[in-house]
């Protein structure tokens, strides 16, 4: 964000120029550091709070996600929840007015909702499809999809899922798809947005007498179909992980 970078030490959550230099401490108590704003003028974190007396015996910890402003205003709750089984902070939408996360019950159901960051009021949700083992979850830039790794019946797989209330669990897309097996630890697919989320760059692990290789996918509008835009040439290397694409 403009050669400054937030960092957290001991808990504390920092700003600092790409330097090290003009540090300036945004928050304590700090769990884990989660996205910029879109206009990088907040940050938010998460963090886990222990509960003395817990509603559910499996679920000890309250998650709490914050907005901490780089004016150096207090930080600001965005979520606070007791009953999920866990959380996973996915970011924000695109004017900065909600911030998004996936959360799973005890009944192994995921859901992502959508949290007015001014009220921490949940303002929408949208059940996804059953996942047998999430692997990650990554929202699209525009919030209107999410890009799921999920492994189900020994295969490990690449799902685009809309968040619409009326399709969500219906209308899915399984873009790419490799054996995965107990022994497996990195990811044989893997999946990333481009900056606009129109397109994806899809990764393919070596396996056997393949070399690893990638392809760049165009997101139809209709936000689950893809088509492929082009293949990129095979690698000779045993890996080639997506890390990230240019503005």
């Known amino acids: 964000v403009d050669e400054r970078s937030a960092r957290i030490d001991g808990g504390e959550l920092w700003l600092a120029d790409s330097d090290g230099s003009r540090l300036e401490r945004l928050a304590s108590g700090v769990g ?7 206009d ?55 004017d900065g007015e909600r911030y998004l996360a996936a959360l799973v019950g005890m009944d192994s159901a995921w859901t992502v909702r959508a949290y007015d960051t001014r009220t921490a009021e949940a303002v929408e949700a949208w059940p996804l499809p059953a996942l047998e083992q999430m692997r990650s979850l990554e929202l699209s830039p525009n919030a209107e999809r999410v890009l799921i790794e999920n492994v189900t ?46 397109r994806l760059w899809l990764y393919r692990a070596a396996r056997g007498g393949d070399a690893a290789s990638a392809q760049v996918l165009a997101v139809q509008p209709d936000g689950v179909q893809v088509t492929q835009q082009a293949a990129l040439a095979r690698s000779g290397t045993a890996s080639l992980l997506p890390a990230s694409w240019s503005p």
Do not use: C, K, M
Request: net charge negative.
């Open 32 to 38: 884990r550091l989660a996205h910029w704003a879109p």
């Open 40 to 94: 990088s003028s907040a940050v938010a974190w998460s963090r886990l709070v222990e509960l003395e007396a817990p509603q559910e015996e499996q679920v000890p910890f309250r998650t709490e996600i914050y907005r901490s402003a780089l004016d150096g205003s207090a930080p600001a709750l965005i979520l606070a929840d007791e009953s999920a089984y866990g959380v996973v902070p996915l970011g924000w939408s695109p």
């Open 153 to 198: 019946g020994g295969e490990d797989q690449i799902w685009i899922v809309p968040l619409n209330a009326d399709a969500s669990l219906q209308a899915q897309s399984i873009i790419a798809s490799a054996p995965f097996s107990d022994a497996t630890i990195a990811s044989p697919v893997a999946a990333l947005w481009s900056a606009d989320g129109s």
